[in-house]
């Protein structure tokens, strides 16, 4: 086995490349989680992690009113 050394500048990083890494995989066992509970809940993973979020912990998109436009864009 060949086991090649790393470049000074490079050395610094191998603690970052790991927390990388499991933060990957925390998110991939988390998904994984949330889908499960969908398919058995028989609902979209979308509404699985909106129904996990709960009532009032998101904020609905809306789109401003056409007169606001003017308002905002000096129109």
């Given at each position: 086995m060949n086991v090649r050394v790393k470049p000074v500048?490079?050395?610094?990083s191998d603690e970052a490349i790991?927390?990388?890494?499991v933060a990957f995989d925390v998110e991939e066992t988390v998904l994984e989680a949330v889908r499960k509970a969908a398919?058995?809940?028989h609902?979209?993973?979308s509404d699985q992690i909106r129904q996990g979020a709960g009532p009032g912990?998101?904020?609905q998109a809306q789109a401003p009113a056409p007169d606001g436009l003017a308002q905002w864009g000096g129109l």
């Open positions: 500048r490079w050395q610094g790991r927390a990388v890494q398919f058995e809940q609902v979209s993973t912990d998101h904020v």
